[in-house]
């Protein structure tokens, strides 16, 4: 077959301190497989800056000044890593046959871009890669990280345990996710839910090269939100079922309260008011906070505002 054109694409925030390295070893890793064939003289990485606050752009440019095989987009402002890869992945879609999208901090293994490969020269359109460990990885993320692929499970998310943003596209794919206009945009959940004719390929986690991790518990925590009301609209039911719920033990605590009247001089009910009044309290104040969290999804989908803009285009 034809080698295909490659553009690797990695969205990066603050990651000045590793770049160079980054940089290296996907050139080296682009040299090999267009020495053995499988990719296509011309092919690229493409750095997308999510509007970093240190000097990462300044890097990507000496970058692009010194290998023609580097290629960059800055964002105006930063974004959030969906956004920036969805960027870069728009950036390479006029140039590139095929796109593997990994992170810049070279913790996804670049040598499983070999398998991604093979895959696709067998005819599959999106190879997504599963992650066979989480390296040297918090144990409250790993806590995290378990309670949510969970959750998502039971919720009947397209997303799957440890699926990662490390992925291969074709031009079709790429096509076809261009056309998502959505605010909320969850890349996993988008690309697995594309259809096409797919397959996973797990990959091991490594270590930092550079720098630490970008992604702190809070963003961790909106990232998880966006995700479980992007993709179900389970808990909105829950809803329903807390309601009815509710509503039984009411009934049963109003046959108490009519048999206990009856069958006591002094009725004594304070705390069984008071219980009863937290209780039904707080689950209205859950059930007005997922309905909030829905509401404001559509608040800002019906605002059709423009998810980023594009500063600067290396190339």
Known sequence: MRPNKLYIVMPCFNESKGLFTTA??????LQSLVDSHMIAEGSAMLFADDGSNDDTWDVIEELHRTQANVKGIKLAANRGKEYALYAGLMAARPHADIVVCM????????????RFLDKYQKGYDLVYGIKNNRGHEPLYKRICSAAFYGLMNKLGSPIIKDHSD???????????LSE????????RGILRSLGFRQIGCHFDVLDRQEGVSKFSPRKLFNL?????TSFSVAPLRLIGLIGFGVVLISLVMIIWTIIDFFTRSTPN???TLACSIWFVGGIIMICMAVIGEYLGKMYMETKKRPRFFIEKILN
């Not at 998880?224 to 479980?228: E, H, K, L």
């Open 180 to 187: 998502y206009g959505e605010s909320n945009f969850i890349f």
């Open 224 to 228: 998880s939100m966006d995700a479980i």
């Open 103 to 114: 992170d810049a901090d070279l913790q996804h293994d670049i040598n499983a871009i070999d």
């Open 269 to 271: 009910g304070w705390a």
């Open 24 to 29: 290296k070893t996907v050139e080296a890793k």
């Open 166 to 176: 490390y992925s291969l596209m074709s031009r079709q794919v790429l096509n076809a």
